[in-house]
């Protein structure tokens, strides 16, 4: 087991390299004029600004030492300063990357809550109305345009039937926790404060709800099809053989089958749900990366939005790198596959 | 095949059967349901391609068409509700929206088709490529892949946009750049599986050349499931352009877009024709891909296990 | 014996139905038997005989879509004909337990090996926790497996074939039911794995007062274990009887012509018995007695009027010409022209020459710094094939035949040695040479189903070797169709698709296929095991007819050293990528001299006893990734002395045989 963790964890470094060399190749050939583009159109027309920059990303060297010095202040933490906010990137990014965390994890987990059990529905009853109306409701739904859909939730639940609060993580008069985590749910529970975790909750709800339904189609079909390709295993027969009940059958032997690729797909989903964040935040003015990273297209602001990027997929590839140590705990075949290779 | 005792039944008010609908009452959703869902699975296709046909004859001729000029703005008209002059309503320029609807299409399917038209070819052959020749090649291939596949696509398509300016053509370039690697990926993983069957292996001893392998006979085997994705992956794509368009980062107004056009009504929300027609285009059309993508992999099920 | 008892099990007039494309057809139609405790019940059948779905609606575990439609089941008595679901779970297990087919789809892979096998204890509230962990392991020691806690504790892929077919026995004995149903007990086993479980079976039979019903194709296996025999076709059962009486005088057409479509000692020099034709489809049932179309024996009543089970000889069997008189025994036509082939093959210049042969196979998923291991699938191989000889390959799974197959055919690289053929040392051909010296060489392979391009036509799959080496068009198409023809099928397949066709047919086409050119050698891995028993005869006889005509060289590659010795001429026995014992054929099945080619002839039940002592291995075949230091076969051998496990035994020669062993098997 700890192999395999070890494999997987080693095949992500030359991966993390390889993105280092894309963003910097975007960083330098994409704009027009890479230092305006860095320190914003106003700094530039400032040479001793625009010397330090130079020095400090090395850019009058060869384009090999320019690599290395960019790796150098990437290992550092050091992603370039916003123009917008001229704080550095990163703490631009802890600062508002717990927002998303929470709308996305939120997100996924409501996902899951409702895919898994229709899914398994949904097989059970192949051919049946259940199953064809769930195909159609999943096909609809991971057809849905999200900002289309949040415009329409949000019409619908909070200005003609005011169900969900507006905008925003807290409401008007509530002063967010302490911060521990940034999370707000996460830090009210710890400090105790019911109110607050209520409000922050409240809130959560329609932009998770929102953010969820693509994931929610796709979750319910890779459910639906990791069932269907269970459904006729034979181990299954065998249990009912040794006197099991169908429900035994079903939800202690087939279920945990079928749903391990569903933690493939949601390791997959994540980096899609954050991408969808970017509009559902946008929409509902959640402080989170999202909001950041569009504010900081409106704005030109380049090193941001290169750090968002950059950040997406880091968490990208943690998310995959859980997600498959996740499935070598639940599938043991995973866990000491060694393959013969044929030639 | 009309499910007996739900109809023609026993006990209508009739006595022989007839409908009235009263004593069926509780009944009757789940009957609709069930034709509803019946329906669903008999034409799948049929619904699929016929959106898609639509929508493709209407964008391609619409220059033709009888329709009010979508740029024209008439303040006096402005936000009316839809009515017999203009089906869709107008917009707070006074523009007609149902031609605005129409030739919204045009920005994000043709960018999104060229997306989809440069990758799948790309990526197949790359994918097939490194698949077939393993070894070192392969390895360096796939963690190329790897790391274009990490990153997400809308946010490199609005760096880009920061960088050079928000417009399609913009977005374009940014989204082809990171689109072809996941169909390295699929390719890749099914001319694996396939190179080592019996089949490959009798041809191979038959005498054909490696490159008439991969071609002749891998590659019509793996084409049919790629083209599937590539079907959902239009679709992926327009709904990725409307973001983008949405986000102020594509196509720029006063072009009609999608995406555009729903975030000009996110601020008209009382009127509420000028997001909701822009949103059910987009929806129709990637919800046509989808379907049609399904349907198409459920039908080729016997020719790709050689199995009833 | 013991007195008549009480049946266990009694099932009469059982229907069973089967809902496909929105048609109901009846997939068993009127079976009846019984089951005694003590009793082995052996019901045999092909592909569409019924045999699976009459005991699978016994226990009331039907597939979807296939339902009971009539008939009467009775279990100690207890009609449970229509007994509601909570009743026959607490059946299932306790008193009833199943043993399935394929070990490796029968076990939850994501749940340990313990928890599977005390599963029907905690189902049936016969033990809880600690007790029904002991029990579970009890169990497995009982069955022959080592390290029992451990074992336990493991996953099904981490065990052998046999180990997990062990499992499944004790899963199923666990509750100790009175009545047990194996459904192919030993299909999909190497050959001596499958001699140890059916040792394991018949001392569970002997030890205990089980009731088992055997579900088989194989008459061999009946022939060892089953008391009572039932033969199935088209839905129903045909013949009825004592095993031993029934095989040795059979009143049947359809089981006489089983029994003569196996190769036998007896039978071994001549033709097998073929039936024509196919086991019907349900959708295509003759009218009458369904064997009409393929039975020797039919007369005018047999195609109109269909018959019952009724006494012949001193039990039943369906048939109007014996129900009669008797029927006699089949003549078996020797023909004794491979016999007389042999002594002038022997003079012939070898066609093919192997060397020195050694394959291994990179294993990866380590670390890289780990230890780098390696699958030793061949080791130092060599043979040789006269012209017009037929070589038989004989081997267990990972004794490196397939891969034999491979490098011969040049699909894949030796890493050391030579193959020499027709003159020139293949191993060192590229490029153009190398798709020259094809035409003379093609393969046949195992699976039907998996050799035919499943987008390619049947006529351009077969004409494919022509068009590649640039033959025109319309003279691939008449050579397509005559190959079609050398093979029993017409031209109107050319325009189908492989979906559309059977088995039997596919392997036919692959056979037409490795013909379409000049081809000399034939290299055949496997080429009947994926097929029913019926049609297997048809494909050797075919295989043999088309080596008399047209001159063929034939390499035979198969795990049945029965049917191996029925189709070679000379027989080369393999073991984890090393060649053990080669010699004639005959001379191989009579006097072996290695213990493995021993083992490996006394495992195959035969129908008919041949008197040989049996000696059953023990333990697994080692995993080729780390053979055994020495002789590679010694952790198995009978025989095995010191000397084994540090000297690695040379290949001695004596006149046209060679083998490797310290200690062989004198001669008599």
Request: with cysteine; proline share 14%; hydrophobic share 30%.
């Given at each position: 087991m700890s192999r395999y963790i070890i494999r997987r964890v080693l095949l992500m470094i030359p991966i993390l390299f390889g993105m280092s060399i894309i963003a910097f190749v975007v960083s330098r050939?994409?704009?027009?004029?890479p230092i305006e583009a860095a320190i914003g159109q106003q700094a530039s027309d400032h040479p001793a600004i625009v010397a330090a920059y130079t020095k400090e990303w090395g850019l009058n060297k060869p384009l090999v030492v320019q690599y290395l010095t960019y790796m150098w202040n990437l290992l550092h933490g050091n992603l370039g300063i916003s123009?917008?906010?001229?704080?550095p990137v990163l703490t631009d990014l802890k600062t508002f990357m717990p927002a998303t965390i929470e709308l996305a994890t939120g997100a996924i987990l409501i996902s899951l809550l409702v895919s898994v059990p229709l899914g398994v529905l949904a097989a059970m009853r192949r051919g049946g109305w259940i199953d064809r109306i769930v195909r159609l409701v999943t096909l609809i739904g991971v057809a849905m345009p999200l900002f289309w859909l949040a415009l329409l939730l949000i019409t619908l639940?909070?200005?003609?039937?005011?169900i969900f609060p507006g905008p925003?993580?807290?409401?008007?008069?509530t002063i967010p926790p302490p911060?521990?985590?940034?999370l707000y749910t996460i830090d009210s529970i710890l400090s105790g404060q019911w109110g607050t975790l209520w409000d922050a909750l409240y809130h959560l709800a329609l932009p998770c709800l929102c953010l969820s339904t693509w994931s929610m189609g796709l979750l319910t079909r890779i459910t639906r099809a990791g069932m269907l390709s269970v459904l006729p295993q034979g181990y299954l027969q065998v249990a009912r053989s040794k006197g099991a009940s169908e429900r035994h059958v079903i939800w202690r032997h087939a279920w945990r089958n079928a749903t391990i690729p569903v933690i493939t797909v949601a390791g997959l989903a994540y980096g899609d749900l954050l991408t969808g964040a970017i509009l559902i935040e946008t929409i509902f003015s959640w402080d989170g990366i999202g909001s950041y990273a569009y504010q900081s297209s409106i704005n030109a602001d380049f090193p941001a939005i290169m750090g968002v990027a950059l950040l997406f997929g880091v968490i990208y590839l943690v998310v995959n790198l859980v997600v498959d140590i996740l499935y070598a705990f639940v599938d043991?075949?995973?866990?000491?596959a060694m393959t013969v290779k044929q030639q | 095949m009309i499910d007996a005792d739900g109809l023609n039944?026993?006990?209508g008010l009739n006595g022989?059967?007839?409908?009235?609908?009263g004593l069926w009452q509780p009944r009757v959703i789940p009957y609709v349901m069930r034709q509803l869902g019946r329906a669903l699975g008999d034409y799948e296709r049929g619904i699929s391609f016929g959106i898609i046909g639509i929508w493709a004859i209407l964008l391609v001729i619409i220059p033709l068409l009888?329709?009010?000029?979508?740029l024209h703005q008439n303040?006096?008209?402005?936000?009316?509700?839809?009515?017999?002059?203009h089906l869709f309503g107008t917009d707070e320029l006074g523009r007609d929206m149902l031609s605005r609807t129409i030739w919204g299409g045009r920005q994000s399917v043709p960018a999104a088709l060229v997306v989809v038209c440069i990758g799948f070819p790309l990526g197949t052959v790359i994918g097939a490529f490194a698949g077939y020749v393993g070894g070192a090649v392969e390895e360096v291939i796939m963690r190329i892949t790897d790391m274009f596949l990490a990153f997400p696509v809308l946010v490199l398509a609005m760096a880009v946009s920061a960088a050079l300016g928000p417009s399609l053509y913009h977005g374009v370039i940014a989204l082809t750049i990171v689109w072809w690697p996941s169909y390295v990926r699929v390719t890749r993983g099914m001319v694996l599986e396939l190179k080592n069957r019996d089949f490959v292996l009798i041809s191979r001893a038959a005498g054909r050349r490696p490159l008439g392998i991969l071609s002749r006979v891998i590659m019509p085997n793996v084409l049919p499931s790629v083209l599937v994705m590539a079907a959902i992956d239009i679709g992926r794509a327009i709904l990725l352009f409307s973001m983008l368009s949405f986000l102020g980062?594509?196509?720029?107004?006063?072009?009609?877009?999608w995406g555009s056009m729903v975030s000009e009504g996110s601020m008209y929300?009382?009127?509420?024709w000028i997001a909701t027609f822009p949103g059910l285009a987009i929806l129709s059309l990637v919800f046509a891909f989808n379907l049609a993508g399904d349907s198409i992999r459920d039908a080729l099920d016997p020719w790709v296990t050689g199995r009833r | 014996m013991s007195e008549p008892s009480k049946p266990l099990l009694q099932v009469e007039g059982l229907h069973v139905t089967v809902v496909s494309d929105g048609v109901t057809r009846e997939a068993v139609r009127g079976v009846s038997f019984e089951v005694a405790a003590g009793e082995v019940l052996g019901i045999v059948g092909e592909s569409g005989s019924g045999k699976s779905l009459t005991v699978s609606a016994v226990t009331g575990?039907?597939?979807?879509?296939?339902?009971?439609?009539g008939g009467v089941i009775r279990f100690k008595g207890e009609d449970?004909?229509?007994?509601s679901r909570r009743r026959l779970t607490k059946i299932r297990g306790r008193q009833i337990a199943m043993v399935f087919q394929d070990s490796l789809t029968s076990l939850?892979?994501?749940?340990r090996i313990g928890e599977q096998v005390r599963e029907p204890l905690l189902l049936h509230d016969l033990a809880s926790g600690r007790a029904a962990t002991d029990a579970a392991e009890a169990a497995l020691r009982s069955m022959g497996i080592p390290d029992p806690h451990g074992a336990a504790r493991r996953?099904?892929?981490?065990?052998s074939g046999g180990m997990r077919q062990r499992a499944m026995i004790a899963t199923a004995l666990i509750a100790s039911p009175e009545l047990i149903i194996a459904d192919?007990?030993?299909?999909?086993?190497d050959v001596t794995v499958q001699a140890q479980i059916l040792d394991l079976w018949r001392r569970l039979v002997r030890e205990s007062n089980l009731a088992l019903i055997l579900i088989s194709h194989d008459l061999g296996v009946m022939s060892d274990l089953a008391t009572t025999l039932a033969v199935m076709y088209a839905g129903r059962i045909v013949e009825l009887g004592p095993t031993r009486e029934l095989l040795a005088r059979p009143q049947h057409p359809y089981t006489r012509a089983l029994l003569g479509s196996m190769p036998t000692a007896a039978a071994s020099r001549g033709e097998l018995v073929a039936i024509s034709?196919?086991?019907?489809a349900l959708e295509a049932r003759p009218p009458g007695c369904p064997f009409h179309p393929r039975c020797?024996?039919?007369?005018d009543r047999c195609r109109v009027e269909e018959p019952d089970l009724a006494p012949v000889s001193s039990w039943t069997s369906a048939c109007w010409v014996a129900q009669r008189a008797p029927l006699p025994r089949l003549r078996v036509s020797g023909d004794g022209a491979l016999a007389e082939l042999t002594p002038a093959l022997e003079r012939g210049e070898p066609l093919l020459r192997v060397e020195g042969v050694t394959k291994h196979y990179p294993v990866v998923?380590?670390?890289?710094?780990?230890p780098r291991r390696e699958?030793?699938?061949?080791?130092g191989v060599s043979l040789e094939v006269r012209k017009g000889a037929t070589l038989g390959v004989v081997g267990e799974s990972g004794c490196g035949k397939s891969t034999l197959a491979r490098c011969i055919l040049r699909l894949t690289e030796v890493a050391a040695g030579s193959i020499v053929f027709r003159g020139t040392d293949i191993t060192k051909l590229r490029g153009e040479p190398l798709r020259r010296m094809r035409q003379y060489m093609q393969p046949i392979f195992q699976d039907p189903y998996s050799s035919?391009?499943?987008?390619?036509?049947i006529g351009e799959s077969v004409a494919e070797a022509l068009l590649v080496h640039g033959v025109p068009k319309r003279e691939a198409i008449r050579r397509v169709d005559e190959v079609l023809e050398y093979v029993a099928l017409?031209?109107?397949?050319?325009?189908?698709?492989?979906?559309?066709?059977s088995g039997g047919e596919r392997q036919r086409v692959g056979i037409a296929r490795a013909l379409?050119?000049?081809?000399?050698?034939l290299v055949a891995d496997?080429?009947?095991?994926?097929?029913?028993v019926s049609i297997q005869a048809q494909i050797l006889n075919l295989i043999k007819d088309l080596q008399r005509r047209l001159g063929l060289t034939i390499i035979f590659i198969s795990h049945d050293l029965r049917i191996v010795e029925h189709m070679s001429t000379r027989i080369l026995i393999l073991s984890l990528g090393k060649v053990v014992e080669v010699g004639p054929a005959h001379e191989i099945a009579e006097r072996p001299r290695h213990p493995y080619t021993q083992a490996l002839l006394s495992a195959v039940p035969f129908v008919?006893?041949?008197?040989k002592a049996r000696i059953v291995l023990a333990g697994?075949?080692?995993?080729?990734?780390d053979p055994p230091s020495?002789?590679?076969?010694?952790?198995?051998?009978?025989?095995?002395?010191?000397l084994c496990a540090e000297v690695e035994p040379a290949l001695e020669n004596a006149a046209d045989r060679s083998w490797a062993c310290h200690f062989p098997i004198e001669e008599p």
């Open positions: 050939a994409i704009p027009v004029n123009i917008y906010t001229q704080r639940f909070y200005v003609h039937w005011p925003g993580r807290l409401g008007p008069t911060r521990v985590t940034g043991p075949r995973v866990r000491s | 039944g026993t006990g022989t059967g007839g409908r009235g609908l009888p329709l009010a000029n979508p303040v006096n008209i402005a936000l009316q509700s839809p009515s017999l002059a980062l594509g196509a720029v107004p006063p072009t009609p877009e929300m009382d009127q509420w | 575990l039907l597939p979807a879509r296939t339902r009971r439609t449970i004909t229509t007994a939850n892979p994501v749940k996953y099904p892929h981490e065990f192919e007990p030993t299909t999909a086993l034709g196919e086991p019907p020797s024996v039919a007369e998923g380590g670390v890289p710094w780990g699958v030793h699938a061949l080791d035919l391009n499943p987008r390619t036509r017409g031209s109107h397949y050319r325009s189908r698709y492989p979906h559309n066709l379409v050119l000049d081809t000399e050698l496997e080429p009947i095991s994926a097929l029913d008919e006893a041949s008197g697994d075949p080692p995993s080729p990734i020495g002789c590679r076969f010694r952790t198995r051998c009978p025989r095995a002395q010191a």
